[in-house]
């Protein structure tokens, strides 16, 4: 079964950088699309980006460009998030999740899931 386990969140104060990693098995996952997601306090779930199995393609939503990263390395069946001049509103549980496509940039593409990590930026 596919198991997809997050790292690297943590406490970093607002303007700060922390990157996620995002370890996969039980999938080829050359062939996947990947992508971080975010659930806010009170709020829903929502897309951060995504990138294409082989990397070359990346989608970010609007509040993340120019200051988040994705990226993977398939020799290690793991998907980053760079996250860089971090903002309070970007304290979330950020989630991994694996598409059954190549390419996927919505939601409703992704169906493997992480448990989360839990990213906190204070002012």
Do not use: H
Not at 42 to 69: C, H, I, M, P
Not at 100 to 114: H, Y
């Amino acid at each position: 079964q596919v198991q997809l386990v997050e790292s690297g969140g943590g406490l970093v104060q607002a303007g700060g950088s922390l990157r996620l990693s995002c370890a996969a098995s039980g999938l080829t996952f050359s062939n996947r699309a990947m992508g971080w997601f975010r659930r806010a306090p009170g709020k829903e779930r929502e897309f951060v980006a995504a990138v294409s199995w082989s990397g070359f393609t990346t989608y970010y939503t609007d509040s993340v460009k120019g200051r988040f990263t994705i990226s993977r390395d398939n020799t290690k069946n793991t998907v980053y998030l760079q996250m860089s001049s971090l903002k309070p509103e970007d304290t979330a549980v950020y989630y991994c999740a694996a598409s059954l496509r190549k390419v996927a940039g919505t939601m409703a593409e992704f169906n493997s899931w992480g448990q989360g990590t839990q990213v906190t930026v204070s002012s």
